[in-house]
């Protein structure tokens, strides 16, 4: 369950300061799709990384599983990312130059796994988003949804608890995204773990269980169950 | 994240930027160059020195002094007035030398670790000669038996063992000047060494003199004249190897002995001598004797080891300046690493955020740039010396020809433990170098750095 209570960001000084969030507060129970949805500027993207632990509000907590990650050490943070935390991101960010291997590989290289755990997951993981025979394949050779693919296969391979998904099929045409949504709500449905897709695209949202609309860095309004 | 994994992803982001890396390398690598060089050339003058040593000097050797200050160019300070001292020696204006006496030699020659003693003798010889020939000036030396001489004519004994009292040893010079037709054509022929000496006269006798007239006091200041005559045993030539080419005229232990108390019998001189040279027996360390003698007599000892020290000093004093490019070069090749290392950093921004926002921790990707900056550093090592090895190789026939060292001497010997401990620490400067530039990819924010736009 992650609880979000009161949560407050601002940026910059005084004067110009600007509000960011402006205390935000809701509840997504485990295993939950959720999208949070707001125009560019609305503070959904804040709102991503305060909950992964990558940025830090000055007001409010942020419960994971009844711990408050604000209140953590750098180096707990670290590992509660490493650990319980999942990304996929619109630009893809895989590395171009390693194989598909590789890349999956990166997050289980950070949380200390053995070189033949790792061989194991990370097969595995490819199997699942269907990138089985790209393995050994660099990464600048694969197309966009290929790319995707491969991001999502990074994002389980650790089996976190909560996938963020920042606007995953932001970069795809219609065919593609609507293959890489489908394995996103797959996995999410099979695997039990919370996803949290932020976005702006209300097609997407619509297929969430709860959608959070944020706008001018407030909740505006919280729908539950689809259409 | 593992070391180990840190280690194998920082190669293998160089292997992703392979000309930067080589590049970079490089610029390392000409310090390694330098170095590796003059490391194998300063071991391969101590092994020359070496060489030098063990094959003319008697290992059992000792140089011994009265005053421990000859061995250090008499540079002790002032000294107690000593009335037995020649004048001769306070003109100088330096400081006094004592001299060994008989006693002294005696006393050394009766130690049971002793073999034998000789005191270098100061032979005032007017000049050579033969018959038929032109007078030639020479400097007339007792036969060192202790190191090793190259002979272009005749035969010298072995090491340890003297000439003959009949003979003499001359330098490769007198074979044209006394008129012989080669080296071997002088062998065995008759030379002539003429001493002269100025009576010591008492008050009595020239008073007497004076009585007597003119013609007596003519006879009374002539000169007393010697004429020794020795068979030419050896001719002594130049070489490589040799330590000192000797332009003396070499005669026995016991003609030297005779030929300087003709000229010195009666001066302050006689029986003084400034240097002695002692044949430790076999199987005694000549350094417990040295130390014995020095503790004993305070007398001033050299080994054959403290000659070597000294060789070893100027060859480190040489090895020393050339260390200084290298490391001048390692300094410029710093800042092409940290250079390099920020151009990475500043290129990587993505891949720094994204492993950051997976968990990896601040240090751990600090560490991920260093190892990247010690492979350059092991790259660069690697390339460099194997570049000096090679060039080494090639080179050494030509130097030793070129410096006339003696065949199987080399003056660049390379080997691998110093070669290995070059690389770690320039792994190690590396590193340093990488520093900063590691330092900022670790402070890296990773909202910043993933940032799409």
Known sequence: MIEVRNVTK??????????????????IPDGASVAIVGKSGSGKSTLMHAMSGLDRPEKGEILVDGIDILKLKQKAVDTFRSQKIGFIFQAFFVQANETSFENVALPLEIGKYSASARKKRVLAALRVVGLSDKEKQKARNLSGGQKQRLAIARAIVNNPRIIFADEPTGNLDTATGATVEKLLFGLNKQGGSTLVIVTHDEELAA???????????KVEKIQKGKK | MKTFD??????????NAKVRTILTSLSIGVGAFTLTLAIAAGEGARQYANTLLTTNIDPQVLAIAKDPSFFQGGQTGPQEYDPNASLLQRAAGRTVVKQLTQADIDGIA??????????????????ITRPGQKKYTADVTQYDAGVTQTVAGGALPALRTQIKDTEIALPEAYVNLLGFNSAADAIGKTVTIHLERNPSLTQEQIQTAVTQGAAALEQLAKPELKDAEYTIVAIVGKSATALSATSNVQVSDAQAKMLSEFSTIGTSSFQRYNIATASVKQGTDPATVKDALVKDKGYGVQTAKDLQGLLFTIVNVLQGIVFGFGILALITSVFGIINTQYISVLERTREIGLMKALGMRGRHVSRLFQFEAAWIGFLGGVIGSALAIGAGLLLNP???????????????IFQPIPIAILIIV????????????????????????????
Request: net charge positive; proline share 3%.
């Open chain 1, 207 to 217: 297929k969430c269980d709860i959608k959070i609309y944020i706008k001018d860095g």
């Open chain 2, 110 to 127: 009766a130690r049971s670790d002793i073999e034998s003693v000789s005191p270098s003798y100061t032979i005032n010889a007017q000049y």
């Open chain 2, 426 to 453: 320039l792994m190690i400067i590396a590193m340093i170098a990488g520093y900063l530039p590691a330092r900022r990819a670790a402070k890296l924010d990773p909202i910043e750095a993933l940032r799409t736009e």
């Open chain 2, 398 to 412: 030509w130097i030793t020809s070129l410096l006339t060292l003696g065949d199987g001497n080399y003056l660049l």
């Open chain 1, 10 to 27: 601002t940026y910059g000084k005084k004067s110009g300061a600007f509000v960011a969030l402006d205390d935000v507060s809701f509840t």
């Open chain 2, 6 to 15: 840190i280690i194998r992803r920082a190669g293998r982001s160089l292997g």
